[in-house]
C-alpha cells in the first residue's frame, strides 16, 4: 500500500460522519478460521453450498449437525485479531457507526463490537424447528441430534443457510446504515453472497466512499473507491490508526 494513498485514505475515515462496515469470512481468516471457498474450507469432500442449507438439513441431520460440530471445534478457541480489535475502536470514535457482519463465528462481539449485525446469525445459538426458541449453546460438541428443552423439537443451528431469507429487520437496519453513511469499508467479502453484495452499491448510490480491503480482487473491486490488497489483520489496524480527536 502506497503511503500516499495510505494518508488520504485515512484523511477520509478522519472527517467522515457515518461510517458503515461490511466484514466475511477473510476478516477471520486471520483469526485461523477457514472461509468457505478457501483450500481449507472442505469438509469430507462436501462443499459449504451443500450442507449448509434446508434440504441438507432436511434429507440428513445428523450429517449436518457433524459438519457444524467441526466448524464449532474449529473455532471454539480462536480469538478475535487485531482487525476486529480497530473496528470495535473506531465504533467508540463515532457517533454513527454500524458493523454488518456474514460471519457466524461471534468474534466480532468478543473484540468489544456492539453495534453489530450478525445478518448471517451465529454458530452459538441454536433454534428449535418446533417452537422457534432460540438459545445460546456453546457445547463442542453438541450432542446429536439436539433437542428443544421446552417442546423437545429438533434443534437446528441459528444461521442463515444458502436459500433461506435473511431476518428482515436486520437487512433494513443494515441497508439504512449503508445508505446514510458517506464512508464503507468492506472488509474480507468475497462480494458473491446477496444481499450483503449488492450493499456497496447502495452505499455508493448515496455517494459514500467505499475502501474495500482484501487479499485478493473481488466482484465488490470495480466499484470500490478504494481497494487496499493485503491481510485484513495486517491492513485495518494500519488503516484506522488515524487519530480522530
Ligand atoms: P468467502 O469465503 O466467500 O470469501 C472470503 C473472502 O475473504 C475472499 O474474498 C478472500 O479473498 C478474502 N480473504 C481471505 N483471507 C483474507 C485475509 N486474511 N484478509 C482479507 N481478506 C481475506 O466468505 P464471505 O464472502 O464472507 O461469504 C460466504 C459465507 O460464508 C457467509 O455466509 C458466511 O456466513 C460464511 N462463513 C463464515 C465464516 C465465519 O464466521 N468465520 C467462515 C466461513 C464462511
Ligand atoms: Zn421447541
Same mark, same amino acid.
Given at each position: 500500500m502506497e503511503a500516499k494513498q495510505l494518508q488520504e485514505i485515512q484523511e477520509k475515515?478522519?472527517?467522515?460522519k457515518a461510517v458503515a462496515v461490511l466484514t466475511g469470512a477473510g476478516i477471520s481468516a486471520d483469526s485461523g478460521i477457514p472461509t468457505f471457498r478457501g483450500e481449507d474450507g472442505l469438509w469430507r469432500n462436501f462443499r459449504a453450498e451443500d450442507l449448509a442449507t434446508p434440504e441438507?438439513? !432436511?434429507?440428513?441431520?445428523?450429517? %449436518? @449437525? !457433524?459438519?457444524? /460440530? @467441526?466448524?464449532?471445534?474449529?473455532?471454539a478457541d480462536k480469538q478475535p485479531n487485531a482487525a476486529h480489535y480497530a473496528l470495535a475502536d473506531l465504533e467508540r470514535r463515532l457517533e454513527a457507526f454500524v458493523l454488518v457482519?456474514? /460471519?457466524?463465528d461471534g468474534l466480532h462481539a468478543v473484540a468489544g463490537s456492539r453495534k453489530l449485525i450478525e445478518? $448471517?446469525? /451465529?454458530? @452459538?445459538? %441454536?433454534?428449535c424447528t418446533q417452537c422457534e426458541a432460540v438459545t445460546e449453546n456453546r457445547d463442542v460438541p453438541i450432542?446429536?441430534?439436539? $433437542?428443544?428443552?421446552r417442546c423437545h423439537g429438533l434443534l437446528r443451528p441459528h444461521i442463515v443457510w444458502f436459500g433461506e431469507v435473511l431476518y428482515?429487520?436486520? %437487512?433494513?437496519?443494515?441497508?439504512?446504515?449503508?445508505?446514510?453513511c458517506d464512508l464503507m469499508l468492506v472488509i474480507g467479502t468475497s462480494g458473491? %453472497?446477496?444481499?450483503?453484495a449488492s450493499f456497496v452499491s447502495l452505499a455508493?448510490? $448515496?455517494?459514500?466512499?467505499?475502501? !474495500?480491503? /482484501?487479499?485478493? !480482487?473481488?466482484a465488490a473491486s470495480l466499484e470500490a473507491d478504494a481497494l487496499l490488497l493485503g491481510r485484513a489483520a495486517d491492513v485495518v489496524p494500519q488503516l484506522l490508526m488515524a487519530d480522530r480527536s
Open positions: 475515515i478522519a472527517a467522515a441438507a438439513f !432436511e434429507r440428513d441431520p445428523r450429517l %449436518v @449437525w !457433524e459438519w457444524y /460440530n @467441526w466448524r464449532r471445534e474449529l473455532i457482519t456474514q /460471519n457466524v445478518l $448471517h446469525g /451465529n454458530i @452459538w445459538k %441454536v433454534r450432542v446429536i441430534l439436539p $433437542h428443544c428443552m428482515a429487520p436486520d %437487512v433494513l437496519k443494515s441497508a439504512r446504515a449503508f445508505e446514510g458473491i %453472497v446477496q444481499p450483503a455508493k448510490d $448515496h455517494k459514500a466512499f467505499v475502501v !474495500e480491503i /482484501n487479499v485478493a !480482487e473481488t
